[in-house]
């Protein structure tokens, strides 16, 4: 898990200098609640020109998921995008 952290961490400072001309980019650790879906956690954390399928698909690779079900009480990382 420690190496997973770090590798985000590193991930996100290369994306991050990578889209300075776009937006800044950080992660966050999102808590699932009941009702929680990833259309739902996709929709609030996406940048307002941002496709939901698409940050639905994001969220899916930085978390290594193979579907779309969360449970209550797990934890996503989620890509917060800032427009400037």
């Given at each position: 898990m420690?190496?997973?952290?770090?590798?985000l961490?590193?991930?996100t400072i290369v994306s991050g200098a990578q889209k300075?001309?776009?937006g800044a980019i950080h992660y966050e650790s999102v808590a699932i609640h009941?009702?929680?879906?990833?259309?739902?956690i996709a929709?609030?954390?996406k940048a307002e020109k941002d496709d939901i399928e698409r940050m639905?698909?994001?969220?899916m690779e930085i978390n290594g998921m193979c579907s779309e079900n969360i449970r209550s009480g797990e934890r996503l990382?989620?890509?917060v995008k800032n427009a400037k």
């Open positions: 420690l190496t997973f952290v770090l590798i961490c590193l991930g300075r001309k776009t009941a009702g929680d879906t990833l259309w739902s929709r609030h954390y639905i698909v994001e969220i990382i989620v890509p």
